[in-house]
């Protein structure tokens, strides 16, 4: 009798016993239909059920009056998964499909009356971002092109399969329909760069995923070859669990607070030299106290507008989670100094720009790296600051009030609490204490 494994809302495995020769699809737009394709190339037989009228999905057609409309993506960024679902059942794109390359693939229009042609070919757009964006940022687009390039040729599908099944989707998990920041795509990067380097390792030994073994593992992690171990052991963990390989282990290590030993005092001397230190530009003052003083990192930084900041009869409020927080007077000043005389980076001109931080285009903010850089050069440490300021503020507020006031998420806010060791049943006490005593008064 045949078993299948799903995963259940929890995300624990879950095997469904009994007869599994019949899966029933619900939904006929791509993904299903690509599932359907895979599942009778595997033996099973399937039903396919879809409310609409015909298949497709958001990738269907309107046929009205003589026009017919697509009413999803008409572009096909990635034919060779296409290519991998008809092959499942012994057919071929080429058979089924005439498509039809277009150059521009698409034309991207913004709110400014500015356009960018979206070409195929690589040295079309590097031209065309360097018309757009000028030349530095063609640089970069060569350099990933040929990164991503290099990815393709080595032939990694399994890598393609956990940067959008795993990688992505935690990223959009944890995003929350937020924009995803730059810190958070350079640790999926590292994730990703982390399986490259154990699958080239892997094919120097000629072995595979499927032929790697415990021992070969650990022989890679005990060499001066390996790079990223901790970040490999994600991707190892998740073949594993895709069933990619056999009896391979790579323990995870639960993160149980900093442990660099923490200097609280050279923190609040650099922020009295950010608060009192005139020579310095106002806007890094400000940037470096909002780190130092409220754990925000340059990514999160980049992208506060001027909305972020409230005036108030006394000073100010800086809107950084659900609860605003009171700024003190210097940093206040600084704030709304910011506000009223804020300054494009690169043209030092006075800007309307809604961003608090602008950038060197217009209407951007100032990207995460740059603004992690010019703290850098005012000597702080970025991850040290922040673990400084976090360890510090747990220690002070209960988790909830954490989350609330610097708009981070309330697991990590606890994690930090624990860190700190800070006992908050006391204070819990005593605001029950409180609450009585004005019910009864």
Request: aromatic share 6%; proline share 5%; glycine share 8%.
């Amino acid at each position: 009798m045949n078993r299948l494994t799903t995963k259940s809302v929890k995300g624990t495995a879950k095997a469904l016993r009994g007869p599994t020769h019949h899966v029933v699809v619900v939904g006929a737009g791509l993904a299903g239909l690509s599932a359907t394709l895979h599942l009778l190339g595997a033996g099973r037989q399937v039903t396919v059920v879809e409310r609409a009228d015909e298949p497709g999905g958001r990738a269907g057609l309107l046929d009205r009056g003589g026009y017919r409309v697509d009413t999803g993506p008409t572009v096909l960024t990635m034919p060779d998964l296409v290519e991998e679902a008809f092959a499942a059942v012994g057919h071929s794109m080429a058979g089924r499909l005439d498509l039809v390359p277009l150059h521009p693939a698409y034309r991207a229009r913004f709110a400014d009356g500015s356009a960018l042609d979206v070409h195929t070919e690589g040295t079309a757009m590097e031209e065309e971002i360097a018309r757009f964006a000028g030349a530095r940022e063609a640089v970069g687009y060569r350099r990933l092109r040929a990164w991503l390039e290099q990815l393709y040729r080595e032939g990694r599908k399994i890598l393609h399969r956990y940067a959008t099944w795993h990688l992505l989707r935690r990223l959009r998990l944890r995003s929350r329909g937020k924009e995803t920041t730059y810190y958070q795509l350079q640790v999926a990067r590292q994730h990703l760069r982390a399986g490259v380097y154990l699958l080239n390792w892997l094919e120097g030994q000629n072995l595979t995923l499927p032929t790697c073994r415990q021992a070969d593992l650990e022989r890679w992690t005990t060499s001066d070859d390996a790079r990223l171990r901790q970040e490999a052991g994600h991707f190892v963990r998740w073949t594993s669990s895709q069933k990619i390989t056999r009896d391979l282990s790579f323990p995870a290590v639960r993160w149980n607070g900093p442990t660099q030993p923490m200097d609280d005092e050279a923190r609040w001397d650099t922020a009295r030299r950010l608060l009192h230190d005139d020579t310095l530009k106002p806007e890094d003052r400000l940037a470096g106290l909002l780190l130092l003083l409220y754990a925000q990192w340059p990514a999160t930084i980049s992208r506060l507008t001027v909305g972020h900041i409230e005036e108030t009869d006394t000073g100010a409020r800086i809107h950084l989670g659900p609860v605003p927080v009171e700024l003190p007077a210097p940093v206040a000043e600084l704030a709304l100094q910011q506000v009223t005389v804020r300054r494009c980076h690169a043209t030092l001109a006075r800007t309307n720009s809604p961003w608090l931080f602008p950038g060197g285009q217009p209407g951007r903010p100032i990207s995460a790296w740059a603004m992690g850089e010019r703290l850098r050069k005012l000597g702080i440490r970025l991850a040290e600051a922040r673990s400084t300021a976090l360890f510090q503020l747990a220690t002070e507020l209960p988790a909830a009030v954490l989350a609330r006031t610097l708009g981070i998420d309330i697991t990590v806010a606890v994690k930090w609490q624990r860190a700190a060791a800070g006992d908050w049943a006391a204070y819990a006490a005593e605001v029950s204490r409180r609450t009585s005593t004005r019910q009864r008064g």
